[in-house]
Structures are given as structure tokens and as C-alpha cells.
């Protein structure tokens, strides 16, 4: 029998040759019962423990007389154990769990049949192997359940985050020669979720980058091809170094000190820096009209003989342009 199951017990009476004989309830009205390994009541009810296992006796006794009946107690499953209890694993590994049955009394013990389940999405199972999906991420429990005494025992899987993807930043740039930028490379998980990327090895394809991702860039001008790795996955930035274009020389300036009466001999080449003004016109106007250098001339000329010019000694600054 199985434990904290039923039992009922009868006695017969048996002579001296072992026929079956009347017991005599008129002498003797009261069977007495008596059970080890479980409880019996005086009808003869015998409930066995529910931790026993093994061989029991129940005792019958009627005056002086005693009869015995064996009872053998079974093993069954209380308990299951699943290994191992916690497991990590990253996207499309796989896991096997095994399972060890106990009994009442804590011995292993033969498991029938058993079915397998799990909570979650992204996570697939195959008897007790169990495999991550390509986007699995976070916790997950198996559970295995034992078809005799709906008996149950769990375990943990954890997908672990996994890099699956590089972006550098800045992705563009521009940038002088010789003049430093720095970049970083940030990772992100199967689901999209920033990650750490650890190590990142940086390469270039001109100038030069170390391995925090500080570019120098080179002399030549150009695109530039910024690359990351992390193992196998990488991604690529483009710089662009450009030359700035050189400022034009600056002008000199060269004085003359125009007297009243003086001649100023120029052409259109040249330029005053002080707005000076004949007839209502700007004397740089005139330079910027003039068509010949003989034209010119006769401007100053006219210029530097007005009533307005003799009437001061004053200084000019006249610039020939560039």
C-alpha cells in the first residue's frame, strides 16, 4: 500500500488444524487492534503513515488469542530536484536540465512520466533542453511537473545582454589638418538597449587614432574613414579634413604727403584709404570708374588743383590693390 492510504482488516477464526472456525464473540464480544507504521481503528481501519516506507505489522487479538498481518508500506515520489537551479546563457545557447526524484523518506527514487514548460517569450524547449532565442533577454523559469502526485520543481534561466550592434559618434565631422576630434563608440543589446562595449580597437584610414578614440587628422585633405570594432561587429564614421584657404595677403599702405600744388601721379591700381570727395564724387569712386590709366590722372590731377586742396597740407594714404 501506499503511504497515508486506506486499508481494512478482517480476522477469522482457525482451529487446530487450520480450518476456519466461528470465533466466540458471546465469550469474547471485542477484537483488539493494533498497527505499527500507521493508525488502525478497532473496526480494523488501517491508515498507514504518510512518511512510512517499508514492512509494518497489524495485530488482531481476540481473549488470548493474536493474529498478524504484514503490511508493506511503498515508496513514492515527494520530491523533484532539477539541475542545475540556475543557468545563464546568451541568445541561441541551449541548456539541459536533469531531474532526480526522492521519496518519503528523502532516498532517490524512479520518476515516471514528466512534462516540461517555461514563462516567457524567445525561449524554446525540446524535452528538458531548453534554447534562447535570437532576441531573448532577461529572466526566465522552467518548470518541470511529474505526472504522479502533480509534483513539481523549477529552475532559472537567465539571457544575458549581448552586443549586437556599434554606433560612433559624431558620425560626421569636419576637421583641419593636424587638429585633434575624439570619438565614441556605443553598443547596443539584442533588444536595442544601450550595453557596455568594453574594449573597442579603432582604426583609420588616414592621419592617426589611439585606442580611446582620439583621431589626429593628417596633412592631406579628404575624406576620412573612421572605423570601430568590438570582435566582429564594427561600424564606420566619415571625417572630413579640409584645408582652410590661405587669407590674401594683407595690404600695405603707402603715404604720400600731397602738398598744395603738388602733382599726384597714380592709375586706377591704387586706391585711397580716406574718403576724399571732388565734385561730389568719392575719390575711391573715381578710382573704381576709371577706365584708363590716362583718365585716372586727369582725376587727380583736377583733384589736387581744386581751390579745396591748396587751402591744406594734409596726408593721404593710398593702397594699390592686390
Same mark, same amino acid.
Given at each position: 500500500? /501506499?503511504?497515508?492510504?486506506? $486499508?481494512? +482488516? %478482517?480476522?477469522? !477464526?482457525? #482451529? *487446530?488444524?487450520?480450518? &476456519? @472456525?466461528? =470465533?466466540?464473540?458471546?465469550?469474547?464480544?471485542?477484537?483488539?487492534?493494533?498497527?505499527?507504521?500507521?493508525?488502525?481503528?478497532?473496526?480494523?481501519?488501517?491508515?498507514?503513515?504518510?512518511?512510512?516506507?517499508?514492512?509494518?505489522?497489524?495485530?488482531?487479538?481476540?481473549?488470548?488469542?493474536?493474529?498478524?498481518?504484514?503490511?508493506?508500506?511503498?515508496?513514492?515520489?515527494?520530491?523533484?530536484?532539477?539541475?542545475?537551479?540556475?543557468?545563464?546563457? /546568451?541568445?541561441?545557447?541551449? $541548456?539541459? +536540465? %536533469?531531474?532526480? !526524484?526522492? #521519496? *518519503?523518506?528523502?532516498? &532517490? @527514487?524512479? =520518476?515516471?512520466?514528466?512534462?516540461?514548460?517555461?514563462?516567457?517569450?524567445?525561449?524554446?524547449?525540446?524535452?528538458?533542453?531548453?534554447?534562447?532565442?535570437?532576441?531573448?533577454?532577461?529572466?526566465?523559469?522552467?518548470?518541470?511537473?511529474?505526472?504522479?502526485?502533480?509534483?513539481?520543481?523549477?529552475?532559472?534561466?537567465?539571457?544575458?545582454?549581448?552586443?549586437?550592434?556599434?554606433?560612433?559618434?559624431?558620425?560626421?565631422?569636419?576637421?583641419?589638418?593636424?587638429?585633434?576630434?575624439?570619438?565614441?563608440?556605443?553598443?547596443?543589446?539584442?533588444?536595442?538597449?544601450?550595453?557596455?562595449?568594453?574594449?573597442?580597437?579603432?582604426?583609420?584610414?588616414?592621419?592617426?587614432?589611439?585606442?580611446?578614440?582620439?583621431?589626429?587628422?593628417?596633412?592631406?585633405?579628404?575624406?576620412?574613414?573612421?572605423?570601430?570594432?568590438?570582435?566582429?561587429?564594427?561600424?564606420?564614421?566619415?571625417?572630413?579634413?579640409?584645408?582652410?584657404?590661405?587669407?590674401?595677403?594683407?595690404?600695405?599702405?603707402?603715404?604720400?604727403?600731397?602738398?598744395?600744388?603738388?602733382?599726384?601721379?597714380?592709375?586706377?591700381?591704387?586706391?585711397?584709404?580716406?574718403?576724399?570727395?571732388?565734385?561730389?564724387?568719392?575719390?575711391?569712386?573715381?578710382?573704381?570708374?576709371?577706365?584708363?590709366?590716362?583718365?585716372?590722372?586727369?582725376?587727380?590731377?583736377?583733384?589736387?588743383?581744386?581751390?579745396?586742396?591748396?587751402?591744406?597740407?594734409?596726408?593721404?594714404?593710398?593702397?594699390?590693390?592686390?
Amino acid at each position: 500500500m /501506499k503511504p497515508n492510504h486506506l $486499508q481494512r +482488516f %478482517t480476522v477469522q !477464526g482457525l #482451529d *487446530q488444524h487450520n480450518r &476456519e @472456525i466461528a =470465533i466466540p464473540f458471546a465469550l469474547h464480544p471485542r477484537v483488539a487492534w493494533k498497527a505499527t507504521g500507521g493508525e488502525i481503528d478497532q473496526s480494523g481501519n488501517f491508515i498507514a503513515d504518510r512518511d512510512a516506507k517499508g514492512n509494518f505489522t497489524v495485530t488482531a487479538t481476540v481473549g488470548h488469542i493474536n493474529g498478524f498481518a504484514k503490511v508493506a508500506v511503498l515508496s513514492v515520489l515527494r520530491r523533484l530536484e532539477i539541475s542545475p537551479q540556475k543557468a545563464q546563457l /546568451k541568445p541561441e545557447e541551449s $541548456q539541459t +536540465f %536533469t531531474i532526480t !526524484g526522492f #521519496d *518519503q523518506h528523502g532516498d &532517490e @527514487i524512479k =520518476i515516471g512520466a514528466v512534462n516540461w514548460n517555461t514563462t516567457g517569450d524567445n525561449i524554446y524547449s525540446n524535452g528538458s533542453t531548453f534554447i534562447a532565442g535570437h532576441n531573448a533577454k532577461g529572466n526566465f523559469k522552467v518548470t518541470v511537473n511529474a505526472t504522479e502526485n502533480n509534483i513539481s520543481s523549477s529552475a532559472d534561466i537567465t539571457v544575458l545582454a549581448v552586443l549586437r550592434r556599434l554606433e560612433i559618434f559624431p558620425a560626421n565631422a569636419k576637421i583641419k589638418p593636424d587638429k585633434i576630434l575624439d570619438f565614441v563608440a556605443r553598443g547596443f543589446d539584442q533588444r536595442g538597449d544601450v550595453i557596455n562595449t568594453g574594449k573597442v580597437d579603432w582604426y583609420t584610414t588616414d592621419g592617426s587614432i589611439d585606442q580611446n578614440g582620439t583621431f589626429m587628422a593628417g596633412q592631406n585633405s579628404g575624406q576620412v574613414t573612421i572605423e570601430a570594432y568590438v570582435g566582429s561587429i564594427g561600424c564606420y564614421s566619415h571625417v572630413m579634413v579640409v584645408t582652410p584657404k590661405k587669407d590674401p595677403d594683407p595690404i600695405k599702405p603707402v603715404a604720400y604727403k600731397l602738398l598744395p600744388c603738388d602733382y599726384f601721379e597714380s592709375s586706377c591700381s591704387w586706391f585711397c584709404k580716406t574718403q576724399l570727395f571732388y565734385d561730389g564724387y568719392s575719390l575711391n569712386q573715381i578710382l573704381d570708374d576709371s577706365r584708363t590709366e590716362e583718365y585716372a590722372e586727369q582725376l587727380f590731377s583736377d583733384y589736387i588743383n581744386s581751390s579745396y586742396f591748396k587751402r591744406r597740407s594734409l596726408q593721404y594714404y593710398f593702397f594699390r590693390r592686390s
